[in-house]
């Protein structure tokens, strides 16, 4: 099943008082299953913000997150949690692997944690984003992009409804970039996975069906579909 992600006038301020910062304003986005949006736009303007409240990682101040027509805003934890393990896949923009593990059990990693309807094969992903021969390796073994692309392989093993990744192109050069991104829009397309890329990096953009821009916490289109 593939499910469309929604967000809806979503507003997430941090901190109380006189010390706050909006990080999204009225934000409303439509992701449908099979289409991959990037977001872009400067340092400290929210992109990671959005990608943690439509994961629900963090919770929104106001507005609403659905994903195929279920409202995470104000689910339990509990439910958050599985819906998180089932159905989203993150790629942070640090990697965010856990330091004992190999490339290997990094992507084995959340098949672990409960009954995964359809997994996909570990060895097979590594291989998809060129990693299959250090999969034995740990990531202070491994450079920056090394260790996103293990992350990329690691957000896919589950078949996730959702994908959401931070910069995947960062530590990456350019040819490996456009490997990366076109790898990320062919499972997007083939796998009806509702995918959201912040990026920097304009290179890319052409893989991508629609691009938004985010300035002070509010998103706007910038092209759709691509072109
Ligand atoms: N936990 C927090 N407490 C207070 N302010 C925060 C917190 N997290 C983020 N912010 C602020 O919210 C705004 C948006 O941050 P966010 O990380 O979403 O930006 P970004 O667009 O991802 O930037 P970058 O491109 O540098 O990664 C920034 O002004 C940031 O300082
Ligand atoms: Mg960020």
Redesign the pocket.
């Known amino acids: 099943m593939t499910l469309a992600l929604d967000l809806t006038d979503v507003t997430?301020v941090?901190?109380d008082g006189d010390d706050t910062?909006?990080?999204?304003d009225s934000v409303s986005l439509h992701v449908s299953p099979g289409e991959l949006v990037a977001v872009v736009?400067?340092?400290?303007?929210?992109?990671?913000?959005?990608?943690?409240v439509a994961g629900a990682l963090t919770e929104a101040t106001s507005g609403s997150v659905t994903l195929g027509g279920t409202t995470l805003t104000g689910a339990s934890r509990r439910e958050l949690t599985a819906v998180r393990r089932q159905r989203i896949g993150f790629v942070f923009?640090s990697g965010n692997l856990v330091p004992a593990l190999t490339a290997r059990d990094q992507v084995r990693l959340p098949l672990t944690f409960g009954s995964v309807e359809k997994p996909r094969d570990p060895d097979a992903l590594l291989a998809a984003v060129g990693m299959d021969h250090k999969a034995g390796r740990r990531p202070h073994q491994l450079s920056g992009g090394e260790r996103q692309r293990v992350g990329i392989a690691r957000a896919l093993v589950t078949r996730p409804d959702v994908l959401l990744v931070?910069?995947p192109t960062a530590a990456l050069d350019r040819q490996r970039s456009q490997d990366i991104v076109a790898l990320l829009a062919e499972e997007t397309h083939q796998y009806g996975v509702a995918t959201v890329m912040?990026t920097?990096d304009h290179d890319v953009l052409h893989h991508c069906d629609t691009i938004y821009e985010?300035i002070d916490?509010r998103l706007g289109v910038v092209t759709s579909p691509a072109g």
Do not use: I, N
């Open positions: 997430l941090h901190g910062v909006t990080a999204l736009g400067p340092s400290g303007s929210g992109k990671s913000s959005l990608l943690a923009q931070d910069e912040v920097h985010m916490g």
